[in-house]
């Protein structure tokens, strides 16, 4: 089975601009959820999607907002870039029921300069 | 608040020997909980988990302990090798909270040999 696949893998931008990442689940699997890794935080929750509704959301402003598509594809958009976004962002799918094991994608490096 | 804790930032063992990675969680609500491993710029592999009904689980070189009454779980890596360096992240989940992953904070782990 193929694993999760993320677009892209580098992108750069400078503030105030907006970026969209794209994320392909496992096959089969209906949940992407997306995280936020940065040296100071961690690995952090930004929200999660199943069959295309978004069932749960962290404490992320309202600039970072996705939508999931009927074939589980995920994207997530950040508007009004801040030097703070810079960030590796991770998503990971499941199948989204009962104790579930999410696998993760390669993530996407952005940087905002 | 730190829901999911990992208190050692790293850990140093011998090739052959075993490496303990520990996970303290303050969340009773939590009934699932996942180990996973990650090195710089790639997104997080999925190593073993446990649902809160057991106490132990096995996967070859890995074992993952959980103690419910002291909130506290560890990873057992038996023998260590080389190639296991890296950091190893302890996450939780629980009922309602689909698709939402608790993150520590991560051990590195550098085993030498």
């Known amino acids: 089975k193929a694993g999760v696949t993320q677009t892209p893998r580098y992108l750069i931008k400078t503030r105030g601009q907006q970026v969209t990442l794209s994320c392909s689940p496992i096959?089969?699997?209906?949940?992407v959820s997306w995280y936020q890794q940065t040296p100071g935080q961690g690995l952090q929750f930004l929200f999660e999607?199943?069959?295309?509704?978004?069932?749960n959301k962290g404490n992320f402003p309202g600039r970072f907002s996705g939508r999931q598509f009927s074939n589980s594809r995920s994207e997530m958009n950040v508007s009004t870039l801040e030097l703070g976004d810079s960030a590796l962002y991770l998503c990971?799918?499941?199948?989204?029921?009962?104790?579930?094991?999410?696998?993760f994608g390669p993530g996407t490096r952005l940087t905002v300069l | 608040d730190q829901q999911v804790k990992q208190n050692s930032p790293s850990l140093s063992v011998q090739e052959g020997r075993i490496s303990i990675l520990n996970c303290d969680y303050t969340?009773?609500?939590?009934?699932?909980f996942l180990w996973y491993k990650k090195y710089p710029a790639e997104g997080p592999t999925f190593l073993i988990s446990?649902?809160?009904?057991?106490d132990k689980n096995e996967d070859g070189r890995f074992t993952v302990f959980l103690n419910k009454s002291a909130k506290h779980l560890s990873l057992h890596i038996v023998p260590s090798q080389p190639g296991d360096s890296a950091v190893y992240f302890c996450?939780?989940?629980?009922?309602?909270?689909?698709?939402?992953?608790?993150f520590g904070k991560g051990t590195k782990l550098s085993v030498k040999p």
């Open positions: 446990i649902s809160s009904i057991k």
């Open positions: 996450a939780a989940s629980g009922e309602g909270s689909q698709g939402n992953l608790i």
């Open positions: 969340n009773s609500m939590f009934d699932y």
């Open positions: 096959s089969g699997h209906r949940s």
């Open positions: 999607y199943f069959s295309e509704t978004q069932r």
């Open positions: 990971a799918s499941s199948r989204g029921q009962g104790l579930d094991t999410q696998y």
